[in-house]
DNA sequence: CACATTTAACTTGTGCACGATGTAATCGTG
DNA sequence: CACGATTACATCGTGCACAAGTTAAATGTG
């Protein structure tokens, strides 16, 4: 086959599901949730449940919305999984006085010593992802960009 | 800065959010699949869904076991959601007359033509994500690998 | 200051994901 | 050929995601 026939196949759209690369990406990201997951289950903790943690022990207390912001995650989905977190002893939700439509997240003492343990956590999956510091970069790098196109191109057919 | 303290910091693995390539892999995975949402909305189909019906398309009739091995979904999730393409009018479940126990999924007449309508998803996925083939390649080359890397760890450790 | 608008959060409903358990059909081995 | 193991599928329960609708507090404008 020549060059020219293999580079216009590259741009030709197929319904074969190993040309998507939207597969790959959704199958990619539940394989390493599911790496997450025994890791997690020691700590008590499912992986958004995780995120939300992350976003705590690296801002302290936050109102429902910055969680949101960072994790692009709405109401929904945040309301249930914080009052479960609070169910938990990791959190607790407090309406601020300045503003009584915002609710502060912050973490308990259980909540704050749950991130000594948790820190071996990425390594652990840096392991089995098994990438050398270039490509892990690359990735990222890579991913930010295309949810950054998709969630632009979003916008403006809307 | 030196070179070597560089290369160290990006072998350390810290709790903060922007450092997780796995947080970069979901928030992508569903920002591109909420790109798919008007799309797949007008075709009747959620992502999930599609993704069955791009198996059934490539492969016609097959036992749900090849569909889950295809999509790496398991049979709770499969179940139902076959049994909703199948209220849907779009595929038919039939038990298989040699082996009792499996049950093939069969394209409906609904069903086949819907692929006609499909043909116009992949082109407007691959304009949204804006990336260049070359990109496109290397990513879903470096995802496939991730995913294999994290399930082989998982097996291992199990 | 009244009142329409906006904002933060909650609620409800649908549809995945996935672990755990159950069941019937088939297979493998003595 | 008996019978324990395996296989294909279904069911149930929990926890996300996300759309749509609701409520109450804050804000802005005449």
Not at 11 to 34: G, H, K, M
Not at 62 to 88: F, M, S
Request: glycine residues 4%.
């Amino acid at each position: 086959m020549d060059r020219t026939r293999e580079a216009a196949a590259e741009r030709e759209f197929t319904l074969l599901l190993d040309d998507q690369l939207c597969f790959a990406l959704y199958a990619a990201s539940r394989a390493v949730t599911s790496r997450y997951r025994p890791l997690l289950d020691d700590l008590g903790l499912t992986y958004p449940q995780y995120l939300v943690m992350l976003v705590l022990w690296q801002h302290g207390a936050v109102p429902i919305k910055d969680v949101g912001a960072a994790l692009q995650l709405d109401y929904g989905t945040l309301t249930p999984l914080i009052k479960r977190l609070e169910a938990a002893g990791l959190v607790r939700r407090e309406r601020s006085a300045r503003d009584e439509r915002t609710v502060h997240v912050n973490l308990t003492e259980e909540g704050d010593r749950l991130r000594d343990r948790a820190r071996d956590v990425p390594p652990a999956i840096g392991a089995a992802m098994n990438l050398s510091p270039e490509e892990t970069k690359a990735a990222m790098t890579l991913l930010r960009r295309l949810a950054d196109n998709v969630s632009a191109d979003l916008a403006r057919h809307a």
